[in-house]
């Protein structure tokens, strides 16, 4: 049973697919959802090299993203609750799965591949490798 369920949401719109696929899940009563956003280290821009390609979408705000999490959060007949916080996202994503001692993990996939991969890495990836649970990896269309 899925008591503990911990979705990672990024901002993008992914995010709306992810929700979708959350939705499709069948949830017992007492589920718990646990809607989490990772905001990188502001010093983590710094150090990105000039030579490789950043990420094309901007950094939404913290009260952008709360109040999207917490759009998603009205919509469930389970109980939830929100994180939001700074740090790795990979790490973050799975430290916060520890915590609430998830049975899941729901994250979306930017589809990348290649060198776009190899270069500005795949945190699903890295999630479903180091998770002590399962994680149900949502991909683009």
């Known amino acids: 049973m899925l008591k503990n369920i911990l979705v990672a949401l990024d901002g993008t719109e992914i995010g709306e697919r992810v929700t979708q696929t959350l939705s499709d899940l069948v949830l017992s ?3 718990k959802i646990v809607f989490c956003h990772v905001f990188p280290h502001p010093e983590s821009e710094m150090e990105l090299p000039v030579d490789r390609p950043h990420p094309e979408s901007p950094t939404l705000s913290y009260f952008q993203i709360e109040k999207q999490l ?3 959060q009205e919509e469930l007949s389970v109980e939830s609750e929100l994180e939001l916080v700074t740090g790795d996202p990979a790490d973050e994503i799975i430290r916060l ?3 609430y ?3 899941l993990i729901v994250i979306g996939s930017r589809g990348l591949t290649g060198i776009k991969r190899i270069v500005q890495g795949s ?3 890295q999630v479903v490798e180091e998770a002590n ?3 149900l990896v949502v991909k683009p269309n």
């Open 101 to 103: 001692k998830a049975d």
């Open 133 to 135: 649970c399962s994680v």
């Open 123 to 125: 945190v699903s990836s």
């Open 29 to 31: 009563p007492d589920s």
């Open 70 to 72: 917490q759009s998603y």
């Open 97 to 99: 799965a520890n915590i």
